[in-house]
C-alpha cells in the first residue's frame, strides 16, 4: 500500500509541477501581477477552471517563493 501511495503521489506533483509551469509563464509573458484575481483569470484562460480553488492558489503562492529562493 505504501508503494501506491508513493506513486500516486509522484503522479500529482508531476501534475502540480506542469500545471505550476503552465500558470507561471502565463503570468510572465502577460506581465500579470500575483493576484488571485488574476490567478482566476489565468486558470479560465488556460483552461484549468477545475482548479479554481483559494488552496490552489495558495499552493501556486507557495511554489512561487519556494522557486523563487532557489533562483536567487
Known amino acids: 500500500m505504501d508503494n501506491v501511495y508513493k ?4 503522479i500529482r506533483e ?5 500545471n505550476f509551469v503552465l500558470i507561471y509563464d502565463f503570468f510572465i509573458n502577460h506581465w500579470l501581477a ?6 482566476n483569470i489565468v486558470l479560465n484562460h488556460l483552461d484549468l477552471v477545475s482548479n479554481n480553488s483559494y488552496c490552489k492558489y495558495v499552493y501556486f503562492i507557495k511554489k512561487y517563493l519556494y522557486k523563487k529562493k532557489q533562483w536567487k
Do not use: A, G, L, Y
Open 7 to 10: 506513486r500516486i503521489s509522484r
Open 34 to 39: 500575483i493576484t488571485k484575481d488574476n490567478f
Open 14 to 18: 508531476k501534475i502540480e509541477e506542469q
